[in-house]
């Protein structure tokens, strides 16, 4: 089952405390208080809902529109419930999803699911641990600049690096990270944690694994970057474009180019070509 593994989200609301958020997200972490925290991200102000020293939910504000909350980890659920409860509108700017799973050799199969899938769409692919020995791997799919991440790792050697014990064997993570766009972020802030393994091209990549099944793709925006193939294409019409436009007239037209170019192209002409050349 998907939840929420981070939410991060701008409430449009000036003041957190006149506006009543401060009030609605201590409601939603009863024993918390609300103490000064850092202002990050070019806000002028930051506060925290904290439970002795546990900081539950970070808040920054002033500056820039609205008041931006964030929790993590098991604090996320909370957060996006107090959000839609509170009822103001607001815009996730990062929301994260994971799933879980104890069973072994299944981080094998579903990254090499991955890495073929990535391949084969021109995602990136990023391997981090020991892929030779098989310890400590996570891979990531999809760019960091990019509106969709996905991310698996092997979360009990995870959670040994951290320095915690007693981590069940064989704990998979697949996690979601979903960087909306602007004009997205209205629509996400209804989601439910499910709905970011819909995000972008991750609902296909999901379903081809036999895990998931009847995905509806979600639109959250994209980040386009022209191939190496389009880049050639641009310099080459950037520099012969106007030969090729003195060509189209020469042979009657943007019609009989393409057979015209394709004649050129043949090795008897290019043969032909080069001996005039010389």
């Avoid at 879980?100 to 299944?106: A, C, I, R, V």
């Avoid at 699911?113 to 310890?135: P, T």
């Avoid at 997205?184 to 379903?207: Q, T």
Wanted: net charge neutral.
């Amino acid at each position: 089952m998907a939840k929420w593994d981070w939410y991060q989200s701008t409430v449009y609301v000036a003041c957190p405390q006149e506006s009543g958020l401060v009030a609605a997200l201590m409601d939603a972490w009863p024993m918390s208080d609300w103490a000064p925290g850092k202002n990050l991200n070019g806000y002028t102000h930051g506060g925290v809902i904290r439970r002795g020293d546990r900081i539950l939910c970070h808040l920054c504000w002033g500056g820039q529109p609205g008041v931006n909350c964030k929790s993590t980890s098991d604090e996320s659920p909370t957060l996006a419930k107090a959000l839609r409860e509170f009822g103001k509108p607001h815009g996730p700017t990062r929301v994260d999803t994971c799933v879980d799973w104890y069973e072994p050799g299944l981080f094998d199969s579903l990254a090499a699911h991955f890495i073929e899938y990535a391949k084969a769409n021109r995602l990136a692919i990023n391997q981090q641990g020991d892929w030779v020995r098989g310890e400590a791997r996570t891979l990531y799919l999809g760019s960091k600049d990019s509106p969709v991440r996905l991310v698996l790792y092997e979360k009990t050697a995870e959670r040994a690096a951290a320095g915690f014990s007693g981590a069940p064997d064989h704990w998979v993570r697949l996690e979601v990270r979903v960087r909306p766009k602007r004009a997205h972020r209205a629509a996400v802030a209804a989601w439910g944690p499910e709905h970011a393994l819909e995000a972008g091209w991750v609902a296909d990549a999901l379903m081809q694994t036999g895990y998931w099944q009847d995905l509806v793709v979600r639109s959250v925006g994209t980040v386009w970057r022209a191939s190496d193939e389009e880049r050639a294409r641009r310099a080459l019409l950037k520099q012969y474009g106007a030969v090729m436009a003195r060509w189209a007239d020469e042979v009657g037209g943007w019609s009989s180019l393409g057979n015209a170019i394709q004649d050129g192209l043949r090795p008897a002409a290019i043969k032909n070509a080069g001996a005039m050349a010389d």
